[in-house]
T-cell receptor, first 110, second 113 residues
């Protein structure tokens, strides 16, 4: 019952920006967009979240369209260590549950 | 260092032999939860706890028990493990249920023969 659609896989050259898209056309007005990543069976790691405005932190930038129906996670200078599955998640249930979809497998290549 | 720890990291056991996977966090978080991850099924929530002595079922609670006697610990108990509980298990915590950033443990890979 994930409310997001992401490409199954993407490649990116090391040192280049990685742009990971996510569609969430049924997002509600008060639902945040979250991004997590999972590096090879390690525990998922929080990256960033946002509601309406674009957000940036030390790891990434999050661009949310004006209608909020899609967003893009940007890793400005991808490294080999950024190879992972990236999950776009919309909202948190009232039980605190994160609903993980299938995510995008990002392969950063030398 | 702020972290969630799980033990053991790897476990191979046999059907019916009771086991406990421990989870501990050092961030004074109120909310803790357990997920299991299986190929093709993604991460599914097993149990969660909003605070000490408050636990509730997630999406796949059958065959599992939990307890929350202290704020920092949230053990996952398998009273009579079965092969269909072979999975990768993650514990997570956050300041409060519904808070933005959740911290995940490193995972426990369980094999039930």
């Amino acid at each position: 019952d994930a409310k997001t659609t992401q490409p199954t896989s993407m490649d990116c050259a090391e040192g280049r920006a990685a742009n990971l898209p996510c569609n969430h056309s049924t997002i509600s007005g008060n639902e945040y967009v979250y991004w997590y990543r999972q590096i090879h069976s390690q525990g998922p790691q929080y990256i960033i979240h946002g509601l309406k405005n674009n957000e940036t932190n030390e790891m990434a930038s999050l661009i949310i369209t004006e209608d909020r129906k899609s967003s893009t996670l940007i890793l400005p200078h991808a490294t080999l260590r950024d190879t992972a599955v990236y999950y776009c998640i919309v909202g948190i249930s009232n039980t605190g549950k994160l609903i993980f979809g299938q995510g995008t497998t990002l392969q950063v290549k030398p | 260092e702020a972290q969630v720890t799980q033990n053991p990291r790897y476990l191979i056991t046999v059907t019916g032999k009771k086991l406990t996977v421990t989870c501990s966090q050092n961030m004074n978080h109120e909310y803790m939860s357990w997920y299991r991850q299986d190929p093709g099924l993604g991460l599914r929530q097993i149990y969660y706890s909003m605070n000490v002595e408050v636990t509730d079922k997630g999406d796949v609670p059958e065959g599992y028990k939990v307890s929350r006697k202290e704020k920092r610990n949230f053990p996952l108990i398998l009273e009579s493990p079965s092969p269909n509980q072979t999975s990768l298990y993650f514990c997570a915590s956050t300041r409060q249920g519904g808070y933005n950033e959740q911290f995940f443990g490193p995972g426990t890979r369980l094999t039930v023969l």
